[in-house]
Nanobody, 119 residues
């Protein structure tokens, strides 16, 4: 199991910014991608953005141009800078690590952090 430590999140007004971070401090695995998903009430969990060890990124269309994901391989940490936040960005944000652990490839999740954007 990959232990993921999330921080950031909170309440912000529309147009504001927040930064999320996620660390995977125990290096007993090989990370393929790390990133963030989100789940709003009554909706399915959806990809927000992820980044590979090589720095390639993928973003949901709804956040392109507003959110930026970056990573620090030495610290096994990823950051999600969220700018120009909208009320529709309100959700629980979950850190995800797609990794190989003892030869098994799978998804590992953080506990989630609430992001609330007020109008």
């Amino acid at each position: 199991q990959v232990h993921l430590v999330e921080s950031g999140g909170g309440l912000v007004q529309a147009g504001g910014s927040l930064r999320l971070s996620c660390a995977a401090p125990r290096m007993t695995f090989s990370i393929i991608t790390m990133g963030w998903y989100r789940q709003a009430p009554g909706k399915q969990r959806e990809l927000v953005a992820h980044i590979t060890r090589g720095g390639s990124t993928l973003y949901a269309d709804s956040v392109k141009g507003r959110f930026t994901i970056s990573g620090d391989n030495a610290k096994n940490t990823v950051y999600l800078q969220m700018n120009s936040l909208k009320p529709e960005d309100t959700a629980v944000y979950y850190c995800n690590a797609h990794a190989v652990v003892f030869g098994i490839t799978g998804d590992h999740w953080g506990q989630g952090t609430q992001v609330t954007v007020s109008s």
